[in-house]
């Protein structure tokens, strides 16, 4: 149990698909982020949310849209796709945003495996 | 801007034998330094850290890195290895930006 819950855990789609993946913390943190983790690449940080606003935004295409309802949940939508985009998506959540301090280490969830045919 | 540098993409190792996983960062100031392990289909999780203080840091799973600042390393290590540290080990960087820059991991195998 992570704490940090994404699902699905694998997904394949058409390029002219509309998905949505879907991540829950149970930690009480204030702070999500969404990464992609393709092979051989470091993780990008995609989007980062405090207290449920947009505080980041990494020159991501708009055929990613993330969402946060609320503190505890983040999706991200998907809409036409490229088989670029195929790789290990990652939500993690920290206690505020200062990544470095020492009470605040980035908690992940187990990613969900996205597929684009 | 900050980068890291992981030199070994896939280290393989026998069981019990010691290992090192090498990190290189680069920066001008002040940096926090981070590893992180990831186990076969599953997310990340924090090995050890470096705020300040000791430069020598011990982790979870037997762990430990040492920060050499004139080095600018953090190399992780173990003195004797399980087959169940097979895994994929990530060194991250952060400076006063609160950015987290990832390398792009090193493969450890551990063979029997």
């Known amino acids: 149990e992570t704490g940090v819950t994404q699902t699905p855990r694998h997904l394949v789609m058409g390029m002219t698909n509309k998905k949505s993946l879907k ?4 930690l009480g943190h204030n702070a999500m982020y969404w990464y992609k983790q393709s092979a051989k690449k470091p993780l990008e940080l995609m989007f980062v949310y405090s207290l449920e606003e947009r505080v980041e935004n990494n020159s991501v295409p708009s ?3 993330p969402e946060c309802p609320n503190s505890s949940h983040l999706f991200l939508h998907l809409h036409t796709l490229q088989p670029e985009d195929s790789a290990l998506y990652l939500c993690a959540s920290s206690q505020d945003l200062e990544q470095s301090s020492y009470n605040s280490p980035l908690h992940f969830g187990n990613g969900t495996r996205l597929t684009v045919t | 801007a900050q980068s890291v540098t992981q030199l070994d993409s896939q280290v393989p190792v026998f069981e019990e034998a010691p290992v090192e996983l090498r990190c290189n960062y680069s920066s001008s100031v002040s940096v926090y330094l981070f590893w992180y392990v990831q186990y076969p289909n599953q997310g990340l999780q924090l090995l050890l850290k470096y705020l300040s203080g000791s430069t020598l840091v011990k982790g979870i799973n037997g762990f430990e890195a040492e920060f050499n600042k004139s080095q600018t390393s953090f190399h992780l290590r173990k ?3 399980h087959i169940s540290d097979t895994a994929e080990y990530f060194c991250a960087v952060s400076d006063n930006t609160d950015k987290l820059i990832f390398g ?3 493969r450890l195998q551990v063979f029997p």
Not at chain 1, 23 to 26: F, N, V
């Open chain 1, 23 to 26: 991540c829950e913390q149970h």
């Open chain 1, 63 to 65: 055929r990613f849209s």
């Open chain 2, 79 to 81: 003195p004797s290895v």
């Open chain 2, 104 to 106: 792009t991991g090193t």
